[in-house]
């Protein structure tokens, strides 16, 4: 019954996301490829990533990883900021033009939980986020990289290389 109802809640998660973004293609050419869209959801996800840790997270070459960077570079949804502990290393941050199209996603997010604490009393509703913090944080160690990537290393955009290039 978990399982399923996981499913049902993730998938319904996906869909909305999915129809949202497919609606504000209508009128336009989408501008993101499908393996560019799961790209910049796991670089997002995983919170300022270098290459080599998005290409480790995703299973992919290092090659691959940089061609869909400089790809995402290019079309203006990604920037690559220079750290401020090593200027060799640099982090993967999104841009206002990709933020602005995860909004979408964070929006609906925001949604469901408020109608979960309106639904449920306070009680039930702290433990149920009590729980989700427990999954979150201990029953999914296969995807503990997840937020750990250099934003704390990070620079500001001032700091970013305006170069902008593997």
Same mark, same amino acid.
């Given at each position: 019954?978990?399982?399923?109802?996981?499913?049902?809640?993730?998938?319904?998660?996906?869909?909305?996301?999915?129809?949202?973004?497919?609606?504000?293609? *209508?009128?336009?050419? *989408?501008?993101?490829?499908?393996?560019?869209?799961?790209?910049?959801? *796991?670089?997002?996800?995983?919170?300022?990533?270098?290459? *080599?840790?998005?290409?480790?997270?995703?299973?992919?070459?290092?090659?691959?990883?940089?061609?869909?960077?400089?790809?995402?570079?290019?079309?203006?949804?990604?920037?690559?900021?220079?750290?401020?502990?090593?200027?060799?290393?640099?982090?993967?941050?999104?841009?206002?033009?990709?933020?602005?199209?995860?909004?979408?996603?964070?929006?609906?997010?925001?949604?469901?939980?408020?109608?979960?604490?309106?639904?449920?009393?306070?009680?039930?509703?702290?433990?149920?986020?009590?729980?989700?913090?427990?999954?979150?944080?201990?029953?999914?160690?296969?995807?503990?990289?997840?937020?750990?990537?250099?934003?704390?290393?990070?620079?500001?955009?001032?700091?970013?290389?305006?170069?902008?290039?593997?």
């Amino acid at each position: 019954m978990l399982q399923e109802v996981l499913h049902n809640v993730y998938n319904k998660l996906r869909l909305h996301f999915y129809t949202q973004v497919y609606s504000k293609f *209508a009128d336009r050419e *989408a501008t993101l490829t499908t393996v560019e869209t799961f790209s910049m959801e *796991a670089i997002n996800t995983l919170d300022h990533p270098t290459v *080599a840790q998005f290409a480790s997270a995703m299973k992919i070459s290092a090659p691959n990883a940089a061609y869909r960077v400089s790809s995402l570079i290019r079309k203006g949804y990604l920037r690559k900021i220079q750290s401020k502990k090593d200027l060799r290393t640099y982090y993967l941050e999104p841009t206002p033009k990709y933020e602005k199209y995860n909004q979408v996603n964070e929006a609906y997010i925001k949604v469901v939980a408020n109608r979960v604490r309106e639904r449920f009393s306070e009680e039930d509703y702290n433990k149920f986020t009590e729980m989700l913090n427990i999954i979150d944080t201990e029953l999914m160690p296969d995807v503990d990289f997840i937020g750990k990537g250099g934003k704390a290393d990070a620079g500001t955009e001032e700091e970013t290389d305006s170069k902008n290039t593997d």
